[in-house]
């Protein structure tokens, strides 16, 4: 059968974008999410000859001699997947496919712009659209169940270049959450349904990677009994991995005792808010009345450093919400912050609220990045809650607090560790910070508090 060349894009921001050859200083040691992107390449029939174009690493070819086009995209970057595949299909002429959260979430608005939209899971979806583009017939939406992950296919790890990205090998051993939190569209993609990897499968492709290992997952502790069957396999691999869970890892202590032994590190943890009232309003009913503090000290007694997640701009958020946050990341020695304005994804129930009572104020898509405020808070102004993230975000990642940070974890923590995770992480996002000028807006709301 005739070879078919099809090429995949991941557009990215203006931020992070190569462009005429000179790339943007977009840290190395955030770029390491091509996985769902070798995923689909893995899925391809074998006559399909894929080529994999990351934004951040080098520029569209608009005039590739592909015969098929694929974009994958989240919902800030549409606006650039629009403009990508308009191009293509009326000055070049070529066909295009979407996939990813957006054209999932909102395929009747992705279609305008595409010749067919995967919506779901690729790896179903994939051989039908083949299929049809070979027959001519292709249709505009092919739509997946979550589907079962026994026999996942191994992603084609050799299409991307590894020292363009982190160092560090990922993997993927369950997909989607249970958890219904009102602003996750990560949970609304997958339908809230949790789905798991046979053990065996996981620990056979995770002998062929590296030693320090990401694990791509949303929530890899969502089902305690089989975290619990994985971790205890994966001693004897003498790994060191790093992955997201919820605080119910710290909440059980042979869990724990399993995920450090089997060589966690680092656990990414959406703590969200410190307002009770705000975790009610999103559902986030796992972290009510939890004690943070003590948390963060027990996954530190195991080694584990944690990298936490706080939203901002609920409706029970003062401006008091920022000195508050601070103080507790400062005493629980955090060793990483992901501090975001709340967002109202689309296909969410927290926009369906928003948008029905007419609190959405911003529906360019590029917005919806986590950097701006797209809606009116309650409590505050829109610039209030913006620049007051970039106040605990420019106050959090100050020199002499990485500094000091890095010098407590020394209790707790290898140093091989703080030199490989902890100093990288806490450097690239001062780095990243200084180019996007979040410490520019810090320092404007310092100075109003003052």
Known sequence: ??????????PTSPLRRVKAGVRPPSPRVF?????????????????????????DIETIDFDTDADLIGISFMTYNAPRAYEIADRFRKEKGKPVIFGGYHPTLLPEEAIQHADAICIGDAEPNVPDMIEDFLLG?????????????????????????????APIDVIQATRGCHYRCSFCSVAAFHHYRFRTRPVGEVLEELKT?????????????????????????????????????????ARDDKLLDLASRSGCRGAFVGFETLSQPSLRSWKKHSNIGQDYLAIVRKLHAAGIAVFAGFVFGGDDDTADVFPQTLEFLLEANVECLQATRLTPFPG??????????????????????FGHVVYQP???????????????????????????????????L????????????????RRKMA????????????????
Not at 31 to 50: D, H, I, K, Q
Not at 378 to 402: C, N, P
Not at 435 to 450: E, L, M, S
């Open 209 to 249: 990677l590296g030693p320090y290992i990401l694990f791509m997952d949303d929530n890899i502790t969502a089902n305690r009994n089989y975290a619990k069957e994985l971790f205890s396999a994966m001693i004897p691999l003498g790994k060191q991995w790093f992955s997201q869970c919820s605080i119910e890892l």
């Open 31 to 55: 770029r390491f999410s091509m996985l769902p992107s070798l995923y689909v390449a893995a899925s391809m029939p074998p006559y399909v000859e894929t080529r994999i174009i990351d934004e």
């Open 137 to 165: 017939q292709m249709k505009p939406f092919y739509r997946s169940e979550p589907m079962p992950l026994a026999g996942l296919p191994i992603p084609k790890r050799d299409l991307i270049r590894k020292q363009d990205y």
């Open 378 to 412: 309650q409590h505050m102004s829109r610039e209030t809650l913006d620049k007051g993230v970039a106040w605990v975000q420019q106050q959090f990642y100050a020199r002499h607090r990485i500094t000091r940070r890095a010098w407590r974890c020394l209790r707790y």
């Open 348 to 369: 969410t129930p927290l926009f369906e609220e928003m948008d029905r009572q007419g609190h959405i104020l911003d529906k360019d898509w590029s917005h919806y990045d």
């Open 414 to 429: 290898e140093p091989t560790m703080i030199m490989r995770s902890v100093l990288p992480l806490n450097l690239g996002y």
């Open 435 to 450: 180019v996007d000028g979040t410490f520019q807006r810090g320092k404007a709301y310092n100075k109003v508090r003052v």
């Open 1 to 10: 059968m005739e070879r078919i060349k099809f090429v995949l894009i991941n």
